[in-house]
Nanobody, 120 residues
Framework: QVQLVESGGGLVQAGGSLRLSCAGS????????MGWYRQAPGKQRELVAV???????NYGDSVKDRFTISRDNAKNTVTLQMNSLKPEDTAVYYC??????????????WGRGTQVTVSS
């Protein structure tokens, strides 16, 4: 079993910044990819940013040049720095991890989500 614990989020005014963090623990052999997705009310879950174990990144078009993702492979943590936030960034943000557990069984896990609200 793998647990993902998210922290950060909250309420911020447009133009402000927030930082989200996610820590993985449990039966982890290797995490190949970690990242963040978000879901706004009435909309589908969408990619925010993901980062691979070698540092390669992929961002959603709407957050490029505003958000930065980073990770600590040794600690199985991922951080999302969000700058220049807009009201349309309001959503529940979910941490995601893809890898292998200690039995070398592949896994995909999601965190419980953290609310980000950007006021205009």
């Amino acid at each position: 079993q793998v647990q993902l614990v998210e922290s950060g989020g909250g309420l911020v005014q447009a133009g402000g910044s927030l930082r989200l963090s996610c820590a993985g623990s449990g039966s982890i052999f290797r995490v190949d990819r970690m990242g963040w997705y978000r879901q706004a009310p009435g909309k589908q879950r969408e990619l925010v940013a993901v980062i691979s174990s070698n540092g390669g990144t992929n961002y959603g078009d709407s957050v490029k040049d505003r958000f930065t993702i980073s990770r600590d492979n040794a600690k199985n943590t991922v951080t999302l720095q969000m700058n220049s936030l807009k009201p349309e960034d309001t959503a529940v943000y979910y941490c995601n991890a893809v890898g292998y557990n200690r039995d070398y069984v592949p896994f995909t896990y999601w965190g419980r989500g953290t609310q980000v609200t950007v006021s205009s």
